[in-house]
C-alpha cells in the first residue's frame, strides 16, 4: 500500500509525505490530533490537519523559539511556555542552567499524553523537577500573573481555533504585565511569505502594548508552509542584537541550528519582510 | 478540471501546485522542458521534471545567487554565468552600474527561447547590449579563458544530466584560471536537508583548487526542496565578510530580498552546516 499524507498550505499548494504507519488518530476536546510515522521526516505530530512537527526538523522550529530569548536574557530563571504541548520547546529551555522553573500551559491534556507516548525525542523533558504542566488556557493563566516571569514563550498553533486569543492585544497585554521589567515575549508569527499581513499586524499590536523592543527573525523550518518561518520578539530592556549571552556559555547548550552566530544572522530579516514590518 | 502538479524532491515527500494551464510541453536536444501556470506561485519552469523557478520566489534564489558575490568584489565588470538561460541571474547582475559585459552561457538554446517567451519578468535583460549569449557547454566555454573574468556564476541545474560536470574538480580549475586575480566564484550547491554530502565535497574540491576564501552561504526558496538553498563563495581574494560593498552604493540596486545586512546574515550558518564543513 501506497499511504500519503497531504497538507494544503494553501488551497493551491500542498507538501505531501510517504507515510509507513499510522500511530495514532484521535479527537480531544479541543482538536483533531493524529501521529503518523513518514518515511522521510520521521514521526509527524498533526493537529486538526496542520503538521505541528516532524521528529527530523522539529529541532529548528524548537531551538529558534527559545534560545534568541534565553541568551538575550541575562539570567533566565523562570519561564512560561504557552502551547507547545508536545514538550519541544521545553526540552530547549531546560538545557540553560539558570532555569528554575519552566511552566508549561497546554489547553489540551492529551496533546501532552500522546507526545510522551508517540514522541520521546520530543517530550523528553516534561518529567524534569524544574518543570511544571499546567492545563488551563494560557489566556486565563497568564492573567493571573504580574512581574513574575523572565520569558514567556508562545508557542501557538496557527490563529484560527483555540489559539486565535493568542493573537490578541488584551493577550499581549497579560503578557506584558506578567512579564518582570527586564521581560521577554516570543510568539510565533506564521511565514513571511503566505501570512505577511498577520506579521503586520502582531507588529502593531506589540508596540501598542509598550514593548519599547519589538522585532522579528527568522528561520527555515522545511515542513511549515513555505519553509520560511517567523518569530515576534518583545523585550522590556534587553536588545536581541547588542545583548546576546555575553555573560553564559553557549558552550553548555548543545545545539544543531542555533548559535550565538546564527542568533546575530537572523535578525537581518529579507528586504520586504524587513519593509513589512518597518516604521 | 483539477489539475495538479507534483514534485518528488525525495522518493518518499513531495510539494504539489494546482495548475491554471499548462502553456508548454517540449523535449530540447537536451531535456524535458515545460512551463506550467499556477494559482499560487505564477508561471513555473519545469526542467526534466524539476521546478527551476517560479514566477513568485524566483527573486530569491537570483538575488541570492548573484549580490553577494557583486557587492563582495571592488568593481565587477566582467562576469560569466554558466546554465541559468532563463535569464533570472543575468537580469539581477546588470543592475549593477559596473558591469561592462555579462556573458550567458547556456548549453540549450531552447531554454533561453522558452524564458523569452513565457517568462518575460525573469529573462528581461536577456536583450541589454551588455549581455551576450553563448550556447555552448560552459565546461568547454570557461577553459578557453585565463585571468579575464571578475565573477562566475554557476546556475547549474542539479548534478545529474547534463550539468553533472560542473560538479567536477577540473571544471573548478579552469573556473579558476578563468578568473582574475581577485576573482570570486559562486556555485548553486543544493539544500543542505538533502544534500550535505554533496556540500562537503564541493567543498573540499573548491579548498583543493587553491582558492584561499571558500564559505558557503545560505537561503529560503519555498519552492526549492526542504526550502533551504545553499552557494559555494569561493573568492581568490575578497572575503565577503569583511568587505561588502564598502564602496558602492546599495541604492541604485533595487532588490526585495537581498540586503548588505541579509548578506552579514546569510554567512551564519545553521550549526549542523557549519559543522559539516568546518576544518
Avoid at 519552566?102 to 492529551?110: K, S
Avoid at 510565533?188 to 502594548?209: M, T
Wanted: hydrophobic letters at 40%; proline letters at 5%.
Amino acid at each position: 500500500m501506497h499511504l500519503w499524507y497531504t497538507e494544503y498550505h494553501t488551497e493551491n499548494v500542498g507538501i505531501s509525505f510517504k507515510v509507513r504507519e499510522t500511530l495514532f488518530v484521535g479527537r480531544s476536546k479541543y482538536q483533531e490530533i493524529a501521529v503518523l510515522d513518514t518515511f522521510e521526516f520521521g514521526r509527524l505530530l498533526v493537529l486538526d490537519g496542520l503538521v505541528m512537527l516532524t521528529e527530523r526538523d522539529e529541532f529548528i522550529y524548537h531551538e529558534l523559539i527559545v534560545h534568541p530569548a534565553l541568551f538575550t536574557h541575562k539570567c533566565p530563571q523562570n519561564v512560561l511556555v504557552i502551547g507547545g504541548g508536545d514538550g519541544g520547546s521545553i526540552r530547549e529551555i531546560v538545557k540553560h542552567d539558570c532555569i528554575k522553573e519552566a511552566i508549561l500551559c497546554e489547553i489540551d491534556p492529551q496533546v501532552v499524553e500522546i507526545s510522551k507516548k508517540y514522541l520521546p525525542s520530543v517530550s523528553s523533558a516534561l518529567e524534569y523537577p524544574n518543570v511544571k504542566i499546567i492545563y488551563e488556557d494560557g489566556i486565563k493563566f497568564v492573567s493571573k500573573f504580574s512581574n513574575y516571569f523572565d520569558v514567556i514563550i508562545v508557542d501557538s498553533t496557527d490563529p484560527i481555533g483555540p489559539a486565535k486569543g493568542l493573537f490578541e492585544s488584551s493577550f499581549y497585554r497579560d503578557c506584558f504585565r506578567a512579564l518582570k521589567e527586564d521581560g521577554i515575549l516570543v510568539c510565533q508569527s506564521e511565514s513571511p511569505i503566505y501570512h505577511l499581513d498577520l506579521i503586520k499586524e502582531i507588529n502593531l499590536k506589540l508596540k501598542e502594548v509598550d514593548f519599547p523592543i519589538v522585532k522579528f527573525y527568522y528561520g527555515i523550518i522545511p515542513t511549515y508552509p513555505s519553509g520560511m518561518w517567523s518569530w515576534a520578539f518583545a523585550s522590556k530592556k534587553f536588545d536581541p542584537i547588542k545583548y546576546i549571552g555575553k555573560e553564559r556559555e553557549q558552550l553548555t547548550v548543545k545545539t544543531k541550528y542555533y548559535s550565538l552566530d546564527i542568533h546575530k544572522g537572523i535578525f537581518n530579516l529579507p528586504l520586504f519582510f524587513k519593509e513589512a514590518i518597518k516604521g
